[in-house]
T-cell receptor, first 117, second 113 residues
Framework: GAVVSQHPSWVICKSGTSVKIECRSL??????MFWYRQFPKQSLMLMAT?????????EQGVEKDKFLINHASLTLSTLTVTSAHPEDSSFYIC?????????????FGSGTRLTVV | GENVEQHPSTLSVQEGDSAVIKCTYS??????FPWYKQELGKGPQLIID?????GEKKDQRIAVTLNKTAKHFSLHITETQPEDSAVYFC????????????FGKGTSLLVTP
């Protein structure tokens, strides 16, 4: 089946530093990657949508200069949280769509727990 | 944009009973409706999905129904087991929104032995 590998699974960083989260589609080509943020006991909120080779489309209220998304290849997308602050602490999850799954299918990564201290 | 409402927010049932979770959506262009199970600290796992051209789908103890006219869809779990305890999310997507999934707020299901 389709697998999306997300790393790291958790990270603790100091306020003001940057953190990169990677998502790789292991056995299919992810033409579209979605990035979500989930606060404790809340739902998944879409942050941005990226298509391979194109600039990401950000949802209203999401700072594109703070959350840098790169989708340079069909198997890798990265989310970089720049100048992280404690309020950026959250659970970040990627989701990929593509290949034979392009017809409605989505595969989620296992998530990254970011804690900014 | 799409707005997905999910009820109830919490649900407690006894082992062996059935559980029903309901969702409504606002965008008539939505055509794909998946249900996800999320355990603590993990990403969501697809448990069942339904497309707009189908009214009902069943997979063993799990079933989903869709009423396009009323814009609502429901998850039915029969013969619940303690390991069914988790948070369940419904979602909807449409091509006119780039196929992004819009999620409901989730239902915390507790199955007591």
């Amino acid at each position: 089946g389709a697998v999306v590998s997300q790393h790291p699974s958790w990270v603790i960083c100091k306020s003001g530093t940057s953190v990169k989260i990677e998502c790789r589609s292991l056995d299919f080509q992810a033409t579209t990657m979605f990035w979500y943020r989930q606060f404790p006991k809340q739902s998944l909120m879409l942050m941005a949508t990226s298509n391979e080779g194109s600039k990401a489309t950000y949802e209203q209220g999401v700072e594109k200069d703070k959350f840098l998304i790169n989708h340079a290849s069909l198997t890798l997308s990265t989310l970089t949280v720049t100048s992280a602050h404690p309020e950026d602490s959250s659970f970040y999850i990627c989701s990929a769509r593509g290949g034979r799954l392009a017809n409605y299918g989505y595969t989620f990564g296992s998530g990254t727990r970011l804690t900014v201290v | 944009g799409e707005n997905v409402e999910q009820h109830p927010s919490t649900l407690s049932v006894q082992e062996g009973d059935s559980a029903v979770i309901k969702c409504t959506y606002s965008d008539s262009a939505s055509n794909y409706f998946p249900w996800y199970k999320q355990e603590l600290g993990k990403g969501p796992q697809l448990i069942i999905d339904i497309r707009s051209n189908v009214g009902e789908k069943k997979d063993q103890r799990i079933a989903v129904t869709l009423n396009k006219t009323a814009k609502h869809f429901s998850l039915h779990i029969t013969e619940t087991q303690p390991e069914d305890s988790a948070v369940y999310f419904c979602a909807a997507s449409a091509s006119n929104s780039g196929y992004a999934l819009n999620f409901g707020k989730g239902t915390s299901l507790l199955v007591t032995p």
